[in-house]
């Protein structure tokens, strides 16, 4: 797992809290995603970047702010989370914008108490 | 919105058995992949497969698609017990003049050993 890691593995925080999810990739891709995996549910993508640009934002809720510094790093800002946001979140990254093999980090999992 | 669907949601065999495992989707598409999770972790690619190709082999997978009926099947020939995991068909789903991966709610496979 060093192609794609993510930082922390686990979180939990309070409705009122801001955190933030990290997302590296020694790749050397050009895209990056985030997703969400809730249970029973089919993994929904959030957000894409590609070169650095936001391709894609999948109607996400304001309360998750997505970053993308550079074409290795991406960032998941939270705040005001809800319980229903408790989720694993994963990364991913490919050469290029989809559709292609995606690389998965391990994810993280949050729980919003 | 969902583009792919496995079936069947769960499937508990023997080791040795093979696994047979489909994805059904809805719109045209340019390619479909087949991904595998190990619980709680991250993704990870298995195989590609062309709208023009009808079949394709890795291993011990082996991959078939028809266009004509929407499907995919991924068949896992002499199963081991590290094949358990939960298996996801991806597909390329036109939204807004570029193709977005939408993926399936998976099958979770138990391999006894």
């Known amino acids: 797992e060093t192609g794609v890691t993510q930082t922390p593995r686990h979180l939990v925080m309070g409705m009122t809290n801001k955190k933030s999810l990290k997302c590296e990739q020694h790749?050397?891709?050009?895209?990056m995603y985030w997703y969400k995996q809730s249970a029973k549910k089919p993994l929904e993508l959030m957000f894409v970047?590609?070169?650095?640009?936001?391709?894609e934002n999948n109607s996400v809720p304001s309360r998750f702010s997505p970053e993308c510094p550079n074409s290795s790093h991406l960032f998941l800002h939270l705040h005001t989370l809800q319980p229903e946001d408790s989720a694993l979140y994963l990364c991913?990254?490919?050469?290029?914008?989809?559709?292609?093999?995606?690389?998965f980090g391990p994810g993280t999992r949050l729980t919003v108490t | 919105s969902q583009q792919g669907e496995e079936d069947p949601q769960a499937l508990s065999i023997q080791e040795g058995e093979n696994a047979t495992m489909n994805c059904s989707y809805k719109?045209?598409?340019?390619?479909l992949q087949w991904y595998r999770q190990n619980s709680g972790r991250g993704l990870v690619h298995l195989i590609l497969?062309?709208?023009?190709?009808r079949e394709k082999h890795s291993g011990r997978l082996r991959v078939t698609l028809d266009t004509s009926k929407k499907s995919s099947s991924l068949l896992i020939t002499a199963s081991r017990a590290a094949d358990t995991a939960s298996y996801f068909c991806?597909?390329?789903?036109?939204?807004?003049?570029?193709?977005?991966?939408?993926f399936g709610r998976g099958t979770s496979l138990i391999v006894h050993p």
């Open positions: 497969i062309r709208s023009n190709e």
């Open positions: 970047y590609s070169l650095e640009e936001r391709v």
């Open positions: 719109t045209s598409i340019n390619n």
């Open positions: 790749l050397g891709h050009n895209a």
């Open positions: 991806a597909t390329d789903e036109a939204s807004g003049g570029s193709y977005i991966p939408t």
């Open positions: 991913a990254s490919s050469q290029d914008f989809f559709p292609g093999e995606q690389y």
